[in-house]
């Protein structure tokens, strides 16, 4: 279970560790809302929405920042026309290339030596270089920030998604992260969006909502609007899944104009159905409250509920054990209790014990989701595993105490559940 977490709290006294996390969270809490745009597939328009988003935020004088972290196709550089451009590092810190004196982006695509060479890296280092951008960009105080992630729900979202959550004891901002999702209209994509909004559920991320892109086709000649890929799939499926949706963006080839130009389209207000749309958009973000950290404990309150991928009505909660209580290195455990609780009541029905098979990463989230777990509760866990968990539905509750088992249950059913560090945030 190389894989999985095995790292001890040695790693959490680490003194220049603690320094970086202080550096990280420092810069965290400089950047305001945050707005993590998703996509279940590529080519639903991702990185135009992201990059429209951004130049109609810093057009409404808000201070915004675009990140770019889609290691394999960084397209925002080109995007908003900075490709050519080198970010300074100035004292150990790196500056973002600024777009105008709202805007500044960074992305990893500017900072490769070869952009014609594809990268080939693993999660944990994926992670690292996430990591490091965020340590080490220094934006100043921003507004918004805009992240462009790779499409689907792999490391890069899911390792983005996590370090700008932050840690729990970092108060005042940490938590102000939202998802937007991007998609177009066909019923194709209606899987994808499932994925990603079970995906945002399982991190506790909530949704600012849903963008329907490639919404009809405006003829540039009579204006006429073609439903192309069908129309209104996005706006169906928000309502079904109980998230806004902040509206619909034709195919327009002033988008691919721009792109191309390093011009997005929001620029041409006025004059294009999407840079309209664009416009309209974020009005509605500009409107709609971030989320504030009130809000986002609020959904990380431990609620059966569609927020907890509950659908089904069933929740069972996998912990652990080492003599009684909870192990804190759930790799390394020789057995887990898995509690069938009653989510009306949120009381336990009955518990039982199961031996995990041997050791292999991915085997555990896997019988454990074989068990019916749909969460589980552990002291510490590295991101490859919680990751691993979030693809077979199983809710991670990180940071329990190593105290009898049936206490933490009990405590997590009750909502009071103190919860600390990840030891194995590495
Ligand atoms: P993703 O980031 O999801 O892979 P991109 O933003 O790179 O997708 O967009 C894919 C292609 O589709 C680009 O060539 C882009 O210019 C084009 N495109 C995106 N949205 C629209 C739109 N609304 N109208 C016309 N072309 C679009």
């Known amino acids: 279970m190389s894989d999985l977490c095995s790292a001890g709290p040695a790693a959490a006294s680490d003194p220049e560790k603690e320094i970086e996390d202080a550096l990280l969270h420092h810069r965290i809490r400089q950047m305001g809302r945050k707005l993590l745009v998703l996509s279940g597939k590529g080519g639903v328009g991702k990185s135009t929405v ?27 550089p ?8 080198q970010p300074e590092m100035v004292g150990g810190e790196l500056r973002p290339v600024r777009v105008n004196h709202c805007l500044g982006i960074m992305s990893i695509g500017l900072l490769l030596c070869d952009a014609a060479t594809p990268v080939i890296w693993r999660g944990p280092r994926k992670f690292g270089a996430i990591r490091q951008l965020l340590k080490d960009v220094a934006w100043g105080e921003l507004d918004y920030l805009v992240v462009d992630s790779p499409p689907g729900t792999g ?17 005042g901002g940490c938590d102000n992260v939202q998802a937007l999702i991007v998609t177009t209209p066909q ?7 499932r994925r990603c909004v079970s995906f945002c559920r399982m991190l506790n991320l909530p949704v600012a909502g849903i963008i329907e892109n490639m ?15 069908k129309k209104e799939g996005g706006r169906r499926l928000a309502a079904e899944m109980g998230v806004a949706f902040l509206g619909a963006i034709p195919i327009d080839p002033c988008v691919v104009v721009g792109g191309d130009a390093g011009q997005p389209v929001v620029m041409a207000t006025g004059q294009s159905p999407a840079a309209n749309a664009f416009s309209s958009v974020v009005q509605l973000l500009l409107k709609s409250p971030a989320t504030s950290v009130a809000d986002t404990a609020k959904v990380r309150l431990p609620v059966a509920g569609p927020q907890n991928n509950l659908e089904d009505n069933r929740m069972k909660i996998a912990v652990p054990v080492e003599n009684g209580r909870l192990c804190t290195h759930f790799g390394h455990c020789a057995e887990f209790a898995v509690y069938d609780v009653d989510p009306d009541t949120r ?48 809710q991670v509750v990180i ?10 249950v009990a405590n997590y059913l009750a909502g009071s559940l103190q919860t600390g560090a990840n030891p194995c945030d590495h």
Request: with cysteine.
């Open 50 to 76: 992201a990059a429209n988003l951004a130049v109609g935020l810093a057009r409404a004088g808000k201070r915004v920042g675009l990140l770019d972290v889609d290691i394999h196709g960084p397209s925002i």
């Open 78 to 85: 080109k995007l908003l026309g900075v490709d050519q451009q």
């Open 155 to 171: 490391d890069e979202p899911l390792a983005i998604a996590e370090l700008l959550a932050g840690p729990k004891s970092c108060d």
């Open 187 to 193: 019923d194709l994509a209606v899987a994808d969006v």
């Open 215 to 229: 919404s009809g086709f405006a003829c540039p000649g009579c204006g006429q609007v073609i439903d192309l890929f």
């Open 347 to 394: 009381s336990t029905r009955s518990m039982t014990m199961h031996v995990p098979p041997p050791h292999e990463p991915g085997v555990l989230p896997a019988w454990l989701h074989e068990l019916g777990a749909n969460v589980i509760i552990t002291g510490g866990m590295g991101q490859r595993a919680r990751q691993l968990f979030a693809e077979n539905a199983i």
């Open 399 to 408: 940071g329990a105490p190593p105290d009898p088992v049936d206490t933490v």
